[in-house]
């Protein structure tokens, strides 16, 4: 018998850390080779940890949100089979007597004490071929065992994880299990009780993850930005015909054209005129940074939650080529492929609500960016020309500033001149 120690392994040049988003295991655990036992996140992506023997986890060195140190001991693995203990001294050294992880400095997360030695004798190791192959039992409130590509498959699927039985290790759900799930079909729900009835459940639940990194996000640009929304009214009747047309005309190898690129290129050509908006400022250093490049961070919504995957070099991209990359980075966002530099280094900010409805929104600003443009509803409305109503399709802009550094004058210059681009679209493809 011997015992496998398993590090933070090195997740990406120049990370020096990783928080801890997801057990897949616990302490008494049979593992499997190339099983998963853990994910970890830095900088929005996420990385899976598998196992390298065998065996039976015997202890765990972190907590689910705590943060880990690259090379900190994360588990330890009971082995068996000749050379395992000497493998196991010869590829890690023994974990301390407890864990490492650098903490959270906003959470005081224990870390399980590893259990005390225990005779040769005492140990027990399950073969693989002894695994169980039959689902796993599961109360209704537990957490389900489950990679995040299979609760990805699950998510898109609509299939709620709770209802699949996993035969996996532990009762992990493996993609053969979701598959047998979708092929039979979900079963009917249960007919709830008539009547009504008080409920006193309370879920507490952990912010950990991504959404953690965005709650951070947005209380540090709530709380050092002094924010000024400026919302217009854009009567985008010409560039809906123009973008249908273009859309009927467009190549195979060509994306669907939607209102994003046009605006894209708007930025572009309104950033020329006025470069102060497309700028970062650093407050702690007092230092405003303007942009000759425009790199356009896009609000997309993740099954994990919100990223800013970033279209660089807007200037430089043709319409069709702004689609283009818009459309992969969006793909590579949801499903957990971006790379960190594609989440990063944006000088102005998209975000579009326009899909789900409402008129006005008040988008805050994505540190430490000046300026965040808000897309909304496009509506058809009655508008006066002058002798009658007629039929226009409206959308409304809803833009948010940091006023330390715009003023409320240069903020409605910028939207104006958007507006006027957006009204009249031949204008966006004029050079110079």
Request: net charge negative.
């Amino acid at each position: 018998m011997g015992e496998f120690v398993i590090k933070m392994p090195d997740v990406g040049e120049g990370v020096a850390e990783a928080e801890l988003v997801e057990w897949h295991v616990k302490p008494g655990d049979p593992v499997r080779e190339d099983m998963v036992l853990a994910a970890v996140m830095t900088d929005k992506a996420t990385v899976e940890i598998p196992s390298p023997v065998d065996g039976v986890v015997l202890w765990l060195g972190a907590e689910v949100g705590d943060t880990v140190a690259v090379k900190a001991p994360l588990l330890r693995i009971e082995v068996a089979g000749e050379g395992a203990t000497e493998a196991a001294q010869t590829t890690t050294t023994a974990p301390p007597d407890k864990a490492e992880p650098v903490k959270d400095k906003t959470t005081e997360a224990k870390t399980t004490a590893p259990p005390p030695a225990r005779p040769v004798a005492e140990a027990k190791i399950i073969k693989p071929e002894k695994f169980a192959e039959r689902p796993v039992a599961r109360e209704p409130a537990e957490r389900p065992l489950a990679s995040p590509a299979v609760r990805l498959r699950a998510q898109e699927a609509g299939v709620d994880l709770r209802q699949v039985a996993g035969t996996g290790p532990a009762g992990r759900i493996t993609h053969d299990d979701l598959d047998q799930f979708i092929a039979r079909g979900t079963q009917p729900a249960a007919v709830a009780p008539t009547g009504l009835a008080r409920k006193t459940a309370i879920e507490e639940i952990k912010v950990t993850g991504l959404r953690r990194r965005i709650a951070e996000k947005m209380r540090l640009a709530s709380s050092r930005i002094p924010h000024i929304t400026y919302v217009e009214e854009v009567d985008v009747t010409d560039l809906e015909d123009l973008r249908a047309t273009m859309n009927a005309g467009r190549k195979s190898d060509q994306p669907k054209l939607t209102i994003l690129p046009f605006l894209m290129r708007a930025l572009v050509k309104t950033i020329g005129e006025q470069p102060g908006v497309n700028a970062t400022f650093d407050d702690d250093a007092g230092v405003v940074t303007r942009y000759s490049a425009v790199h356009i961070g896009i609000a997309t919504q993740t099954p994990s939650g919100l990223t800013v995957p970033v279209v660089r070099h807007a200037e430089a991209r043709s319409i069709w080529d702004v689609a283009a990359e818009l459309t992969r980075l969006a793909d590579a966002a949801r499903n957990g492929t971006a790379a960190r530099e594609e989440l990063s280094g944006s000088t102005i900010t998209i975000t579009s609500l326009g899909a789900l409805g409402g008129i006005v929104t008040t988008p805050i600003i994505n540190h430490p960016e000046v300026a965040i443009v808000g897309v909304n509803k496009i509506m058809t409305r009655p508008v006066w020309d002058g002798t009658q109503f007629i039929p226009r399709k409206i959308m409304n802009l809803s833009s948010s500033f940091d006023h330390r550094i715009v003023d409320g004058w240069d903020a409605a210059v910028f939207v104006q001149r958007i507006k006027a681009l957006l009204e009249t679209p031949a204008l966006i493809f004029i050079e110079g």
